[in-house]
């Protein structure tokens, strides 16, 4: 980066690099995928969309359907191992 940023600045960068893709993703995602959001005018002429189907679509994507099936632990191995009670006691 040059003599002007200190080493101890990148993890910072790091965090808010990863906000900020984080960010644009959600916005260029709801732009492009939102039935809400409507950029073209043929969809801006319709008052209200009637189609439950894109809707659907949108809210139930990949990533959501895939944690549907995970239990809601983040680290089962150490909940399980905390979570374990001593038969010897």
Not at 33 to 48: E, I, L, T
Not at 57 to 67: A, I, N, P, Q
Request: charged letters at 25%; a positive charge; one cysteine or more.
């Amino acid at each position: 980066m040059g003599r002007w940023m200190k080493p101890e600045v990148y993890p910072l960068m790091a965090a808010m690099t990863f906000v900020t893709s984080m960010c644009v993703f959600q916005l260029t995602r709801n732009l492009i995928r939102n039935p809400d959001v409507r950029v073209s005018k043929a969809r801006r002429n319709m008052g209200v969309l009637e189609n439950p189907e894109e809707g659907e679509k949108y809210v139930e994507h990949g990533l959501r359907k895939f944690l549907r099936t995970r239990p809601p632990e983040i680290m089962p191995t150490i909940n399980h191992f905390f979570s374990r009670q001593d038969k010897s006691s």
